[in-house]
C-alpha cells in the first residue's frame, strides 16, 4: 500500500470515527465505564451501545480479522492508522473481550475452519465473555506444573482439577483453557488447550473475596466435566506452543504495544494541574526531575514500539520483544504512578467519600484505584521477573540456569 493511499484511507477513518463516535465516549476510560461483552452484556447508556453497534457492523471491533469472522480485513498499516485515529479522536474502545484480544487471535492461528466458524462470530458480535484458566494453586509462574486433567472418553475428554486467580470467571460464558493430557510426558509436552462452556455440568465457580471486600478473581472446579473433542484447539498434547502464543497477544494487549485505542488516564493532565496548583510549591525538584524522567522513559517506550511495528512490518522477527514490552510498559506505569502518588500526597489515597474528613474529587479517586491496578499489571500475564528470564533465553539467548 502506497504512503498516498494509507493517508487516504487515514483521512476516511477520522471522517468516520469523527461522525460515528458518541462525543461522550471521547472520555478516558474508567473501570467503572468498561463494557464487558458476553450474553450478559450491560450498556450504561445509548451512546455506549449505538458505539458498540457501529464498530461491529463496519468489522472494527476486530479491525484486523477477516470479514468472513465479523472482522475489518485491514492490513497491519490499516490497522495501525485505525489505531492511531481512535487514540487522537479519544475514542473508547466499544468493548473488552478477552475473545478479541486473546483467545480468537489464537484460533486464527491454529484452529480448523470449523472452529473459526463456531467461536469467531460470535466474539466479534460481542456475543461470548471468555475468561482464562492457566493458573492453578501451584502453577503460576511455572505454569507447566499445571495439574487439572483431561482424559479421553470415547469423543469425550473428562476434565477434573480447578483453575485459580480467574479474572471475572463468575461473570463469564466460557473459559480457555490447559489441561494436562499426558501425565507421562515431560511437563510442557503433556499439556493441551480446550475451550468449554461454564454453565456445563461438574464446573463450580467460587469468587474469591480479596481484603478490600470485593474482587474479580475467582477459582473454578472442574468436578467429571464432560466436552467433546472438537473443543482441543491445536494438536492433542501442543497446547503449550498455543498457550506460549496465546501470552504473546495477551503482552501486547497489556502493553499497548500498538500504542493504540482508548486512551484510559490523562497522567499529564494530572501532574500539568498538580505543578500548576497549590501543591506544586511543595514538590522538590528531585520529583519533578523523576516524573520528567518518566515523561522521557514513556516518550521513549512509545517511539520503540513504533520502531517495532516498522522492522515487523519489514519481515523481521519482532516475537521475543512481546516480553520486553510487557516488562518496561508495567514497570513503568509503577514507576510514574508512584511519583504522582508522591506528589499529590495524601490527596492521591482516597478510597471513597464514605465517613471521610475531606471530599476527594472523582479524578483523585480514579487516580487511587489506578495506582492500586498499577502493582498488578506487574503480576498478571507473568510476572516482571518471569518477563525477565524469557528476555534473557529469548531475546538475549543467555544459558537457562534452571534446566542445570
Ligand atoms: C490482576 C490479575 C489478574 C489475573 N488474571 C488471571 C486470569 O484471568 N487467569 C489466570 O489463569 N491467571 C490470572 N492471574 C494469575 C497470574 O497469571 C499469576 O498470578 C502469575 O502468573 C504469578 O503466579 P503466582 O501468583 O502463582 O506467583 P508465583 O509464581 O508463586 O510467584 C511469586 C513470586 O516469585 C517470583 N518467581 C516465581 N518464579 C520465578 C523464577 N523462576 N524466577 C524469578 N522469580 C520467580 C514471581 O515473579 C513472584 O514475584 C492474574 C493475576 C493478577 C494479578
Known sequence: ????????????????????????????????????????????????????????????????????????????????????????????????????????????????????????????????????????????????????????????????GSKIWTSHGNHSDCIYMLVRTDPAASKQEGISFVVLDLKLPGVNIKPIEMISGSSHFCQIFFDQVRIPKRNLIGPLNGGWTVAKRLLQFERKAMSKFDDGGAPDFDYLALVKRYLQGPEGAHVTSALKSSIVSGLMADHAYKLTTRRAFEEGRAGMNVSGLASSFK?????????????????????????????????????????????????????????????????SKRVLGLPDWEAK
Not at 471521547?26 to 457501529?54: A, C, M, N, Y
Not at 506505569?333 to 482516597?350: A, F, P
Not at 487511587?368 to 491496578?373: A, D, F, G
Request: negative net charge.
Open 1 to 160: 500500500m502506497s504512503n498516498n493511499q494509507l493517508e487516504e484511507f487515514r483521512a476516511e477513518v477520522r471522517q468516520w470515527l469523527d461522525a460515528n463516535c458518541p462525543q461522550s465516549l471521547r472520555t478516558p476510560l474508567t473501570e467503572d465505564q468498561i463494557v464487558w461483552g458476553g450474553s450478559h452484556v450491560e450498556f450504561q447508556s445509548d451512546d455506549q451501545k449505538i458505539w458498540f453497534e457501529r464498530m461491529r457492523d463496519k468489522g472494527w471491533f476486530a479491525p484486523d480479522w477477516p470479514k468472513e469472522f465479523g472482522g475489518g480485513g485491514l492490513n497491519p498499516d490499516e490497522n495501525r492508522v485505525l489505531e492511531q485515529e481512535m487514540r487522537k479522536l479519544r475514542c473508547r474502545v466499544p468493548q473488552i473481550n478477552l475473545g478479541i484480544w486473546m483467545l480468537g487471535p489464537v484460533v486464527l492461528e491454529f484452529g480448523t475452519e470449523e472452529q473459526k466458524k463456531e467461536f469467531l462470530l460470535p466474539m466479534t458480535q460481542g456475543k461470548v465473555r471468555w475468561c482464562q484458566g492457566f493458573s492453578e494453586p501451584n502453577a503460576g509462574s511455572d505454569l507447566a506444573s499445571l495439574k487439572t486433567t483431561a482424559v479421553l472418553d470415547g469423543d469425550d475428554f473428562i476434565i477434573n
Open 327 to 391: 516488562y518496561i510498559s508495567a514497570e513503568l506505569e509503577k514507576k510514574r504512578l508512584e511519583d504522582v502518588l508522591n506528589m499529590m500526597g495524601y490527596r492521591g489515597l482516597g478510597w471513597d467519600n464514605e465517613g471521610g474528613y475531606e471530599e476527594f474529587t472523582e479524578e483523585e479517586l480514579a487516580f487511587t484505584n489506578r495506582w492500586l491496578i498499577s502493582k498488578t499489571i506487574a503480576i498478571a500475564g507473568g510476572t516482571s521477573e518471569i518477563q525477565l528470564n524469557i528476555i
